[in-house]
């Protein structure tokens, strides 16, 4: 009777065996079936964001030249730096290569663009006013130096309907750490322009242009 009944165990066994296997199949060939349409969708997905990449450095571009044509900067943005491939090594990370306009008023902040490339181009421009230089020996500001028409001592009023004019969305206002100083902003692309004032105050003492465009793998990178 024992051995009957271990007869029987070991056929309930073996069948169970039998369907776990086919069970282990159907889900291997289901996989496989499945997988080559898992690549594919993953492809149009790399593609896609690649192009829309693509598309938001093309708008950029446009966005550039057309402030370079509409404005009097001292320098032209995306510029590219000229330096020797020796020379380029030695900028990167908190070490910027930099150049001033000879009055002082204009600075420029040389970066990689994309962030990808080896190639440094002009990615950061400040104008300060007379009261508001940083650096350099004070002198008589050109008082051409305009973004879209836009000067230091202007108004910040007058800004938004200006920006708005040439297709940039407000981004933020925000204040300084040490909470003497706004600086409003405006972005197109992956261009931005900011526009500097003392707190509860409208006259403009400092513009900031730049292309944010950080390695997604590095947070925290304007320019």
């Known amino acids: 009777m024992q051995f009957r009944k271990w007869g029987k165990m070991r056929k309930k066994v073996k069948i169970l065996i039998v369907a776990a296997l086919l069970l282990s199949l159907a889900a291997l060939l289901a996989y496989m079936i499945k997988e080559p349409e898992m690549i594919a969708e993953d ?13 938001t450095y093309a708008r950029t571009e446009e966005a550039v030249k057309e402030l370079n044509e509409n404005s009097i900067l001292g320098m032209e943005l995306l510029s590219f730096s000229g330096l020797s491939e020796k020379d380029a090594r030695r900028y990167g990370g908190d070490y910027l290569y930099t150049i001033h306009s000879e009055d002082w008023h204009v600075e420029g902040v040389f970066f990689m663009y994309p962030y990808d490339s080896q190639e440094h181009r002009l990615t950061g421009i400040a104008i300060y006013s007379q009261e508001h230089l940083l650096i350099g020996t004070p002198t008589e500001a050109n008082e ?3 973004v879209f028409g836009i000067r230091i001592g202007d108004d910040l009023s007058s800004v938004q309907a ?4 040439y ?10 750490y040490r909470g003497d100083k706004t600086t409003t902003s405006y972005n197109k692309g992956k ?6 004032t003392e707190i509860n105050a409208y006259e403009i003492i400092s513009i900031f242009i730049g292309i944010s465009d950080p390695d997604p793998a590095m947070e925290g990178v304007i320019y």
Request: hydrophobic share 40%; charged share 35%.
């Open 43 to 55: 492809c149009t997905a790399a593609m896609k964001l690649e192009k829309e990449r693509m598309l």
């Open 162 to 165: 200006v920006m708005a004019e």
């Open 167 to 176: 297709g940039y969305e407000y981004d933020e206002t925000v204040e300084s």
């Open 191 to 196: 261009l931005f322009i900011s526009f500097r």
């Open 144 to 146: 051409d130096y305009n």
